[in-house]
C-alpha cells in the first residue's frame, strides 16, 4: 500500500515544492522545503521515534535540555508562532507521556533490568503517538466538481495522530476559522472518515489528563507496549 504524505508545521504547500532525491531498486526517497511525515497505513502507529522528526540543533540555552523537553520546544514552534493553544497542548501532551512513564515506573524498571542501566524508563516516551502540528490531511471535497488540484485536496488541522488503525484530527473547540469554513472542513474530515477530537482550555487543565486518554485510547495510553526496547527519535527521511 502506497505511504501517505502529510504536511505540517506550515501555513501552506505545494506538490511543486516536492522532488525526488534518490530512486534506486530500494525504492525511492522524496525531499521537501517543508517538514512531512509518510504514513505506511499497512503499518503501526506513527511514533515520535519513527516519524522522520527533522530535530534542529540544540541551540546555545539548550545544550543541557534533555530530548524530551527538546522535542516538545520543537513541535510547539511548528504548532505556529502565535498558537498559544496549540504550543499548550504540546507541553500538556508530553506531561502527560511523563506521568504515564511515572505511573508504571516500577513495571518499566523490571523489563530494562537485565540491560544494566543501558536504558531508563523515560526513553519509552519516544515510543508515543507524535503530534504532528498544523497537518494537512488528505480529505478531498465530496462534491463532483468541486474539488481544485492535489493541494486543494488536503484539510489543515491543529494536529494530526496516525494511531496505526486510524487519523485522528485535533481541532480547538472555538474555531479561528469563519462558521461556513469550520463546518466545511468538519464535514471534509467526516466524510474522509477521520475522526475529530476537539480540545479547549478546561481540556489542557484537567489533572487528570483525560483528553489525552481519550485521543489515544486504552491501549495507546500505553504506548511502551509491543516496542521490544526504547528507541530514540531518528531522521528517517522520505522513503517511499
Not at 500505553?222 to 527521511?237: I, K, M, V, Y
Request: aromatic share 10%; net charge negative; hydrophobic share 45%.
Amino acid at each position: 500500500m502506497p505511504a501517505t504524505l502529510i504536511p505540517y508545521g506550515v501555513d501552506n504547500w505545494s506538490p511543486d515544492r516536492i522532488t525526488l532525491s534518490r530512486w534506486n531498486e530500494d525504492g525511492v526517497e522524496i525531499a521537501a522545503d517543508f517538514p512531512f511525515a509518510l504514513v505506511d497505513r499497512s503499518g503501526g502507529p506513527l511514533r515520535l521515534n519513527n516519524c522522520g522528526l527533522d530535530l534542529p540543533a540544540a541551540g546555545a540555552f539548550e545544550a543541557e535540555a534533555p530530548l524530551a523537553g527538546r522535542l516538545a520546544a520543537h513541535l510547539a514552534r511548528l504548532s505556529g508562532q502565535w498558537n498559544l493553544m496549540g504550543a499548550r497542548f504540546v507541553q500538556r501532551y508530553f506531561d502527560f507521556l511523563a506521568h504515564r512513564i511515572a505511573t508504571h515506573r516500577g513495571q518499566l524498571e523490571a523489563r530494562l533490568a537485565p540491560f544494566d542501566g543501558l536504558f531508563r524508563a523515560e526513553d519509552f516516551l519516544y515510543s508515543a503517538p507524535v503530534p504532528l502540528p498544523r497537518a494537512f490531511l488528505y480529505a478531498p471535497e465530496p462534491t463532483p466538481g468541486a474539488r481544485g488540484g492535489a493541494a486543494d485536496d488536503l484539510v489543515q488541522v491543529d494536529f494530526a495522530f496516525w494511531l496505526g488503525d486510524a487519523m485522528r484530527a485535533v481541532l480547538p473547540a472555538q474555531s479561528t476559522l469563519p462558521p461556513a469554513a469550520t463546518r466545511r472542513r468538519k464535514e471534509r474530515l467526516a466524510a474522509a472518515a477521520i475522526a475529530v477530537v476537539t480540545y479547549g482550555p478546561a481540556d489542557l487543565a484537567d489533572p487528570q489528563f483525560g483528553l489525552f486518554h481519550r485521543l489515544l485510547g486504552p491501549e495507546l495510553s500505553a504506548f511502551w507496549e509491543g516496542e521490544t526496547l526504547p528507541c530514540a527519535p531518528g531522521t528517517s527521511g522520505g522513503a517511499l
